[in-house]
């Protein structure tokens, strides 16, 4: 039974798109948004940039500036000693199981020079105007713009991701080897002590779907998810078209393209072109704003984590899971989660809620899972989503907007050529893979992997377990990863194909 005061308001599909590695002043710093405060009724204006925000490097000034690139020239590091080095200083260290460091912001430039970047430090201080991000700056000022939605972490994609389906990284605080998910196979996969928000929905009866712009969604890592769970993003418009739309929760991951450096992907990867990412939340947004589900929906974007990219706001402490043992074999860095990481964009999409709010209070991923909580009574996972703030008090109208638009602003035009998001996922083609020899355990790769092996043990019979973890174990380079990939696509393709609802 649906439970909580959301409810009674009458919603029922809640949609989540994450996209990648943004923070929020790089891509809504300059937006100049303004709009009612969304807990005291007055007039204010978004938490942005004033131009005179800046870090010192090599003794030079690198002030934020207007107007980023489409592609960044490289990626920024963002595991938990750069975002420590970002947040707190060039010199700033985490104390294994400590306090962490005071925050003044003033490490993103050496970080990125670290990087890589040195040649053009100032990259990472770039950041968008609204006429380069019209898809996102149009549903912000029509919705609900959150200026204090934090990272759940202080590091990389992997563990925040988790957040968002846990409460809980399960103690991980790193990005992972393809050594350590072989492990975690080894040892009948990686889970929560409490469990995940896909657990605890299904044993309520509540539907969920997830939806991938590649076959390798990441959320497919995840114990428990199922071939039959996963749905190409293709189909995403179709399947709200039909004359009853079955899914209570929905959670879209975009297209990585991570073999091909994200160069095709639409996640917002920093390698990638951003407008990409901008044509899926417009297009997304659109295919529920025009299907009969509309009038009973949330839709929350947001992303994972900042993606080493300049933010000034100082995030705050934050509550720990308190599922973490000491000494725990993932916790690399042995970080307590007792801070939270840089904010990142989030905006929350109803008929629902009140036109052109700024939400102040403070948001992580966690808040995703306790608004599922609050909407269909169900308890906390862990403390963190205990103590989350609910964005169900944002549903405060009793009878659904009827002048949203029906479509948004077309991206902007940055010269390369947008994915169609309405054809079948891509073929892998291992003799495309860029830099083949390179080690396989580089950013979201080995995650990605991960799922392809979780897939492949789905669709597999158990006793070929052994040789599909020692298949994984044996991966070395991105060629590797790639055959893998391949072979494991061209299976679930087919097993897929051979039941109701494949692609």
Avoid at 20 to 39: K, P, V
Avoid at 146 to 171: K, L, Y
Avoid at 276 to 300: C, D, F, H, P
């Amino acid at each position: 039974m649906i439970m909580g005061s959301a409810a009674t308001l009458g919603i029922q599909h809640v949609f989540v798109l994450m996209l990648e590695n943004r923070s929020f002043d790089h891509m809504l710093g300059f937006s100049g948004i303004a709009g009612t405060d969304a807990e005291t009724c007055q007039p204010t204006q978004v938490n942005g940039l004033t131009g005179a925000e800046s870090n010192i490097f090599d003794g030079q000034p690198y002030p934020v500036t207007r107007g980023a690139d489409y592609r960044m020239p490289l990626d920024p590091n963002h595991e938990l000693p750069d975002v420590v080095r970002q947040l707190c200083g060039p010199k700033a260290v985490y104390p294994q199981a400590g306090q962490f460091p005071p925050v003044d912001n003033s490490g993103y430039v050496f970080s990125y020079a670290a990087s890589g970047g040195s040649a053009a430090p100032g990259e990472v201080m770039k950041c968008y105007t609204p006429d380069q991000l019209p898809v996102l700056n149009a549903l912000a000022a029509e919705f609900v713009l959150c200026d204090n939605w934090q990272s759940s972490v202080p590091g990389p994609t992997w563990p925040n991701r988790m957040f968002v389906h846990a409460a809980s990284s399960g103690g991980l605080d790193h990005s992972p080897t393809t050594a350590e998910i072989a492990e975690w196979e080894t040892l009948s996969g990686f889970s929560f002590p409490h469990g995940d928000i896909f657990d605890r929905l299904k044993k309520s009866g509540v539907t969920r779907c997830l939806y991938g712009g590649d076959d390798f969604p990441m959320v497919a890592a995840l114990k428990g998810i199922s071939l039959g769970d996963i749905r190409h993003y293709s189909q995403f418009q179709s399947d709200l078209a039909q004359a009853s739309y079955p899914y209570a929760y929905v959670f879209i991951e975009p297209s990585y393209d991570v073999l091909n450096d994200y160069k095709s992907g639409t996640s917002q990867h920093p390698l990638g072109d951003v407008t990409a990412g901008e044509k899926l939340i417009q297009e997304t947004y659109q295919a529920i704003r025009n299907s009969a589900v509309w009038n009973n929906s949330v839709l929350i974007v947001t992303w994972d984590e900042h993606g080493g990219f300049f933010d000034h706001a100082k995030p705050p402490a934050a509550t720990p899971p308190g599922d973490t043992p000491p000494n725990d074999q993932y916790n690399t860095n042995q970080f307590t989660f007792a801070q939270f990481g840089p904010r990142v964009p989030a905006v929350i999409v109803s008929p629902l809620i009140p036109k052109n709010l700024v939400d102040h209070r403070t948001y992580d991923h966690s808040s995703i899972p306790k608004f599922l909580e609050s909407l269909y009574g169900i308890s906390p996972l862990t403390a963190r989503d205990a103590a989350a703030a609910d964005i169900g008090k944002l549903i405060t109208l009793t009878t659904a907007r009827t002048d949203a638009p029906a479509t948004l602003p077309a991206p902007a035009n940055s010269v390369a050529p947008l994915p169609s998001l309405t054809a079948a996922a891509a073929i892998v083609t291992p003799a495309t893979t860029t830099r083949p020899t390179e080690t396989v355990d580089q950013g979201n790769l080995p995650a990605v992997v991960h799922s392809a092996m979780q897939q492949d043990l789905a669709a597999s019979p158990a006793s070929a377990r052994p040789a599909i973890v020692s298949r994984v174990r044996s991966i070395r380079t991105r060629a590797d990863a790639a055959n893998y990939m391949a072979e494991v696509q061209k299976k679930v393709r087919s097993v897929k194909a051979a039941t109701a609802g494949g692609r």
